[in-house]
């Protein structure tokens, strides 16, 4: 009975913790290099982070996007759970993240560069099989045996309930992720969908943007405001997909951050992280790509002639992101 961890804490356990915060000498969380992003949006480790939105406004391509940057800058390892997308659109996208060119447009010359990429890809990334439904438990238990800096697990209600009480199995859920990230020092990350209700409630007659959505609340998270209590910090990513001209810029809210003191602080309501998006391969934030300098010089040299995509890349179904002039997806 020795060995049993006392439950009970006194403030002097806190001791060094404290002297840090005294001293000035408490650790921050990771930036991307993006002075905008880094003052609202850090990676911390042991973290429990939310995301919100509704369907089709990029959930899963800005926490992609931020995936390689923390992968190129900090050499981060990241477990992927993503069960409304295919394993190869999901590695798409990273390779067009990664290089900063389109792997279906610039590409087609290069076999060398195209394998060099997934090489140095495969360093950073590992998917869960999505041919099969799992429990939450059982997406820990892969994560726990296959250690990384973050997992993703895209979206919450794809996880299998195991119980007539989804309410009390949501907060089991939500506490059993943040007992895996604080065992595993693993910062794990949940993309959530939406209430039905969210999807009507637009901008009023009187506002510029006059009828299309708004920004959803951490409330509109479904399965409702229990969410925004467990998690550390709390994201919305919006995007008003049907503007002529914004349709292609991505609104980062943040809603929460639960200790500022190691960095990051919530959006004001009208200022979001604006994100641009620049041939479906680049962001950039106020103008600013964090990436920039982290390319290698690998693609097709002379691309004149890639113009029109091949018949198979036609073929193939197409993004459901409103396109571009002249410009698709094969996803």
């Given at each position: 009975m020795n060995d049993i961890i006392n439950p009970m804490l006194t403030p002097s356990d806190a001791l060094l913790?404290?002297?840090?915060i005294r001293l000035d000498k408490i650790e921050k969380?990771?930036?991307?290099?993006?002075?905008?992003?880094?003052?609202?949006?850090?990676?911390?480790?042991?973290?429990?982070?939310?995301?919100?939105?509704?369907?089709?406004?990029?959930?899963?391509?800005?926490i992609l996007w931020y995936f390689v940057?923390?992968?190129?800058?900090?050499?981060?390892?990241?477990?992927?759970?993503?069960?409304?997308?295919?394993?190869?659109?999901?590695?798409?996208?990273?390779?067009?993240?990664?290089?900063?060119k389109r792997l279906d447009k610039d590409f087609t010359k290069d076999t060398k560069g195209f394998h060099s990429t997934l090489n140095e890809m495969t360093d950073c990334f590992n998917f869960i099989r999505s041919d099969k439904r799992y429990n939450s438990n059982?997406?820990?238990?892969?994560?726990?045996?296959?250690?990384?800096?973050?997992?993703?697990?895209?979206?919450?209600?794809?996880?299998?309930?195991?119980?007539?009480?989804?309410h009390q199995e949501d907060y089991d859920t939500c506490a059993n992720i943040r007992i895996f990230c604080d065992n595993t020092n693993t910062t794990t990350f949940v993309n959530a969908h939406l209430v039905t209700q969210a999807a009507r409630n637009v901008y009023p007659k009187d506002s510029e943007h006059e009828g299309h959505l708004k920004p959803p609340e951490k409330a509109d998270t479904e399965g409702g405001q229990k969410f925004a209590n467990r998690a550390d910090d709390f994201l919305t990513v919006h995007r008003m997909t049907q503007h002529p001209q914004l349709w292609s810029t991505a609104e980062v809210h943040v809603r929460k951050i639960k200790e500022t003191i190691t960095?990051?602080?919530?959006?004001?309501?009208d200022s979001p992280i604006l994100m641009k998006w620049n041939n479906h391969c680049r962001y950039t934030i106020n103008g600013k790509n964090p990436l920039d300098n982290s390319y290698s010089d690998v693609g097709d040299k002379d691309?004149?002639?890639?113009?029109?995509l091949s018949p198979s890349h036609k073929a193939m179904q197409k993004m459901s992101y409103q396109e571009e002039e002249e410009d698709d997806l094969p996803f």
């Open positions: 913790e404290l002297d840090q969380g990771y930036g991307i290099g993006n002075e905008k992003w880094d003052s609202h949006i850090l990676f911390k480790r042991k973290q429990f982070n939310m995301i919100n939105g509704h369907d089709n406004v990029g959930k899963t391509d800005v940057c923390l992968a190129k800058k900090h050499n981060m390892k990241f477990n992927i759970y993503s069960s409304e997308n295919t394993h190869r659109s999901q590695v798409f996208k990273l390779f067009n993240f990664w290089t900063g059982q997406i820990l238990d892969i994560a726990d045996k296959h250690p990384a800096d973050g997992l993703l697990i895209d979206p919450f209600n794809s996880l299998m309930t195991e119980s007539t009480n989804k960095g990051g602080s919530c959006t004001l309501r691309i004149s002639n890639l113009a029109e």
